[in-house]
């Protein structure tokens, strides 16, 4: 039968497949609109299938807060030309809403939002975007009250890295300046209780290795090993660390002035431990070349 112009458009605004993927559907279909979108569907489905395996460190993280729960989500795709794709920042957006009721990333993926699973709603998403695309992580705090921040902006709660701080009182201002100073500031924990000791340890042992290579009496050797430990300490820990604010004063010290009692924090940043193929564009260009 003879496919019209109006049902290629209409297949293409309801599916976002190529016209020339739509006419074919069509064609397949025998006109029939549902399932010509079905035999896209499973097409686009063995798309992104084949993209699975392609590194995705680029993409978004995006929090959400309500009442005194927030929620840091990252979405990753393969590059940050599609972090700036409207479809992929709203569909982050619903994301990062629905993790709000979510104990964890997989409860995430089985979770709803428009109808559709997380994980079928990303799955359409990277066949119609032709990227891959994962849903990679999710932190969730708890506190009396919960402030984001977000860092290079690319839509509305979203970014390149994201910062929630849980404090007590409601000094939403101070809360959002030590969100700004955790994203400039990246600190390990907390303090130094909230430390993994296996970290502490293995900074001691290069101190005393160091140390030790003065050829300066031991009980000196244990003053110099101490007070650079509590450097170390102060530089790594948040509420150590000299504020971005006022460099006069540590983030404890801050706080305390302001009243307020830091409580936990989250920060996330966009492709942070994944490990990116460095790409040899030469390479790729004399491969192409060889193969045409």
């Known amino acids: 039968m003879a496919i019209t112009a109006a049902q290629v458009k209409e297949l293409r ?5 190529g016209m020339m993927d739509a006419k074919k559907a069509l ?12 035999w896209l569907r499973t097409k686009g489905l063995a798309k992104a299938a084949k993209k699975s395996g392609r590194t995705a460190a680029e993409g978004l993280v995006a929090v959400a807060v309500e009442g005194g729960t927030g929620v840091a989500v990252e979405v990753n795709a393969e590059t940050d030309f599609v972090a700036k794709n409207a479809e992929f920042q709203e569909m982050v957006g619903d994301i990062s809403k629905a993790a709000l009721k979510e104990s964890d990333v997989a409860a995430l993926a089985e979770a709803e939002i428009q109808g559709k699973k997380v994980k079928d709603v990303l799955t359409d998403k990277i066949a119609k975007i032709g990227e891959n ?11 009396g009250k919960v402030v984001s921040y977000v860092h290079n902006a690319a839509g509305d709660g979203m970014g390149n890295i994201g910062v929630l701080v849980a404090i007590t ?3 939403e201002a101070f809360g ?5 100073h955790i994203a400039a500031a990246n600190p390990a924990s907390l303090s130094e209780n909230d430390l993994e000791p296996s970290i502490v340890e293995k900074e001691r042992q290069v101190q005393i290795d160091i140390a030790r290579q003065s050829g300066k009496p031991e009980q000196v050797i244990e003053k110099m090993i101490e007070g650079r430990m ?8 948040l509420l150590g660390q000299a504020f971005v604010i006022d ?3 540590t983030v404890a010290q801050a706080a305390a002035d302001a009243g307020v009692e830091i409580t936990g924090y989250v920060r996330m940043q966009v492709g942070e431990g994944i490990e990116k193929k460095e790409e040899d564009f030469a390479a790729e260009v004399a491969k192409a ?4």
Do not use: F, N
Request: glycine share 10%; hydrophobic share 35%; proline share 2%.
């Open 169 to 171: 009182g409601d000094d």
């Open 133 to 143: 695309m994962t849903l990679r992580r999710m932190q969730k705090i708890e506190g």
């Open 27 to 38: 064609t397949e279909a025998e006109g029939d609109m549902d399932a010509a979108a079905d």
């Open 13 to 17: 605004e309801m599916t976002g497949a």
């Open 230 to 237: 509590k450097k170390y300490l102060a530089e790594i820990t």
């Open 289 to 292: 070349a060889q193969s045409g």
């Open 247 to 249: 460099p006069d004063k």
């Open 176 to 180: 959002r300046q030590v969100a700004m």
